[in-house]
T-cell receptor
Framework: GDSVTQMEGPVTLSEEAFLTINCTYTATGYPSLFWYVQYPGEGLQLLLKATKADDKGSNKGFEATYRKETTSFHLEKGSVQVSDSAVYFCALGSGGSYIPTFGRGTSLIVHP | DTAVSQTPKYLVTQMGNDKSIKCEQNLGHDTMYWYKQDSKKFLKIMFSYNNKELIINETVPNRFSPKSPDKAHLNLHINSLELGDSAVYFC?????????????FGQGTRLTVV
């Protein structure tokens, strides 16, 4: 079945550091890929998405590129802020099932 | 307007009680979901439901039951609450187009069983 694997956290960084959160997936067919963010005390909200190979999703300075050859969708940001502290979830949506498949989440803590 | 709203936001109750969590979406989506999030932030799908079928995660105890009075609502009813049911429960919705579109989440209901 479909699955998403993302790096374990917490990831702890200083403000303005470079961020990478790794995500790899297993799926049949050609899934859409997503990154969601969950701020403390809130629900998940879509951060960015990519629907086909080599697409790059971007939002709020975050980027991720759909790499079919490595089945990856790593999240990056060039300079993190304290306000980016949250839990980040990689997810996929597959044509075989309309139920989104989520990774385990990676907590990001950014210190001033 | 809130896209996906669930109530209550907090629920504290005693073991053995029966409780319900309500969820409404005003996005016109075909599909709604319930997820359980544990203390380590892991999201577990409990149910997905659209106007065609209900899919139940077989690991969910039958004390949990979804109830959908119409396409815009999917409520979660829990019988005989146990300590291990304490978690944050999220309702979500999406358009049923084969999984390629994003899911919209409610703010969550933090359930504490004492």
């Amino acid at each position: 079945g479909d699955s998403v694997t993302q790096m374990e956290g917490p990831v702890t960084l200083s403000e303005e550091a470079f961020l990478t959160i790794n995500c790899t997936y297993t799926a049949t067919g050609y899934p859409s890929l997503f990154w969601y963010v969950q701020y403390p005390g809130e629900g998940l909200q879509l951060l960015l998405k990519a629907t086909k190979a080599d697409d790059k999703g971007s939002n709020k300075g975050f980027e991720a590129t759909y790499r079919k050859e490595t089945t990856s969708f790593h999240l990056e940001k060039g300079s993190v802020q304290v306000s980016d502290s949250a839990v980040y979830f990689c997810a996929l949506g597959s044509g075989g099932s309309y139920i989104p498949t989520f990774g385990r989440g990676t907590s990001l803590i950014v210190h001033p | 307007d809130t896209a996906v709203s669930q109530t209550p936001k907090y629920l504290v109750t005693q073991m053995g009680n029966d409780k319900s969590i309500k969820c409404e979406q005003n996005l016109g989506h075909d599909t709604m979901y319930w997820y359980k999030q544990d203390s380590k932030k892991f999201l577990k799908i409990m149910f997905s439901y659209n106007n065609k079928e209900l899919i139940i995660n077989e690991t969910v105890p039958n004390r949990f039951s979804p109830k959908s009075p119409d396409k815009a609502h999917l409520n979660l009813h829990i019988n005989s609450l146990e300590l291990g049911d304490s978690a944050v429960y999220f309702c979500a919705s999406s358009q049923d187009d084969g999984g390629g579109t994003e899911a919209f989440f409610g703010q969550g209901t933090r359930l504490t069983v004492v």
